[in-house]
């Protein structure tokens, strides 16, 4: 936990699965795929990685000129990169920008993030495919973003990242173990006011039984006296006739 911090240093897609980043099981087939996954960053990608921003989010209607436009009053750019798809030409949603300087991509990091374009708040972030070690995109499981609905959720980058772990004392269920004493007597406790809860039901029974009997006697007679004298008017009866 020495080396814990909330940005990932190294890119690890187990511990990008996980909330505070001490996972040591996989939990989803996403995660599978990026660890067994051998990527290797895209050679054809030209520029300095150090000085490139990465912007997701963005409207699918936004141009290259719209983000020239915005991002340009942070510093000189040199290349602006919108990712489209290869087959149709549309936007995919995300660009890669690069200044002249890093005084200009460190005041964009700053200020640009959250920012609204075409009426889409924007991420922003530095590139981490050529400048974090490990780095595995999301469309093989890896990267930082995802949805809580898709199941795919990533930590440890800006917009995510890990929350600091909650240490707690380690607890051992061995009655035999530490502790063991605290849990026999515990143990004992509990039989002791169990066997005296029984031994109070039972007195409480023995002295109700009493009660009981002489409710049953006091009814009996009272029958018994009932029957003898509905007897004493049949022979009054008898007799009159």
């Known amino acids: 936990m020495a080396d814990w911090a909330p940005i990932a240093k190294e890119y690890d897609p187990l511990k990008a699965g996980s909330i505070d980043g001490t996972d040591e099981e996989p939990h989803d087939r996403a995660i599978w795929r990026a660890m067994l996954a051998r990527y290797v960053p895209n050679k054809g990608v030209t520029g300095d990685p150090h000085l490139t921003l990465f912007v997701a989010r963005l409207n699918l209607q936004t141009t290259e000129e719209k983000l020239k436009e915005v991002f340009s009053r942070y510093g000189d750019i040199r290349k602006i990169r919108l990712v489209r798809d290869l087959v149709t030409g549309f936007s995919k949603g995300y660009a890669f920008i690069e200044y002249k300087e890093e005084r200009a991509l460190l005041k964009a990091h700053r200020d640009a993030n ?128």
């Open 114 to 241: 959250r920012l609204v374009i075409d009426q889409h708040e924007i991420f922003v972030d530095f590139e981490l495919e050529r400048t974090l070690k490990g780095w595995i995109p999301r469309r093989l499981g890896g990267g930082f973003g995802g949805k809580k609905e898709s199941g795919q959720l990533r930590f440890g980058g800006r917009d995510r990242p890990f929350r600091k772990p909650i240490n707690l004392p380690a607890m051992k269920s061995d009655l035999y173990g530490e502790g063991s004493a605290e849990k026999r007597n515990w143990s004992r406790e509990g039989a002791r006011d169990w066997r005296t809860r029984e031994r109070d039901h039972e007195r409480s029974r023995d002295k109700r039984w009493p009660e009981r009997e002489r409710s049953w006697a006091w009814g009996e007679s009272e029958r018994d006296s009932k029957e003898d004298r509905s007897r004493g008017r049949d022979r009054r009866d008898r007799k009159d006739r």
